[in-house]
Each structure stands twice: as C-alpha cells, then as structure tokens.
Nanobody, 120 residues
Framework: QLQASGGGLVQAGDSLRLSCVAS????????MGWFRQAPGKEREFVAR????????RYAAAVEGRFTISRDNAKNTLYLQMNSLKPEDAAVYYC???????????????WGQGTLVTVSS
C-alpha cells in the first residue's frame, strides 16, 4: 500500500515536497516513481528512481526543477518540487514496481494521489 501526501495550494515559483509512504510488502518494491494527471488530460510520468537511487529519470517538463529521492529505511519516496508553474497543477500519484529495471512500465502498486494546485 502506498500513501501519498504533501499536496496543497501554492503560488507560481513556490516549492512543495510530496511524500509517499509504503507499507505492507515493502520488501518486494524496486523502482518507485511519481506520475501526475491534470484535469482533462492523461496521466503522465514525472520521475522515477531505482531502489538505491543511483538511477533516476525525469520527464523533460520537470527536469532541473523537481528532485526525486527515497529513504528505504523509512519506506518513503519523496518529490521535491521547486519553481512550480501553473502547468504543474495536477493530482500526483506515487507508484511502485516489483522490478529493478529503471525503465519498467510494470507498476504493481499505486497511491491514492495528492492534489497540487499552483496559482499564477
């Protein structure tokens, strides 16, 4: 089970940090990632990290502004979002794969989503 939190209403240019706590079968988790879905749009990839954090991928739209990290001792995934833009507004979902392959599309677990609203 994944529980995401940290969303809220911010102004453009502000920062926000999302968290995602994993519980239950955490030993089976490999790659973790963040996705987002804006109203009327399809869900899109934001960032992903390997178990060790040595391999990371970002969507072009967020690279240089967002930082993904994880604390395996706390079973927690983070997304530090800086220089937020109105187009970053969306429901953000965390996801976890049972695989170690960084570019996997096999996401076995999903969080419930946390809403990020960015005012201009």
């Amino acid at each position: 089970q994944l529980q995401a939190s940290g969303g809220g209403l911010v102004q453009a240019g502000d920062s926000l940090r999302l968290s995602c706590v994993a519980s239950g079968r955490t030993f089976s988790i490999g790659v973790m990632g963040w996705f987002r879905q804006a109203p009327g749009k399809e869900r899109e990839f934001v960032a992903r990290t390997s178990y060790s954090g040595s391999r990371i991928r970002y969507a072009a739209a967020v690279e240089g502004r967002f930082t993904i990290s994880r604390d395996n001792a706390k079973n927690t995934l983070y997304l530090q979002m800086n220089s937020l833009k109105p187009e970053d507004a969306a429901v953000y979902y965390c996801a976890a794969s049972r695989l170690a392959f960084i570019d996997t599309d096999d996401w076995a677990y999903w969080g419930q989503g946390t809403l990020v609203t960015v005012s201009s």
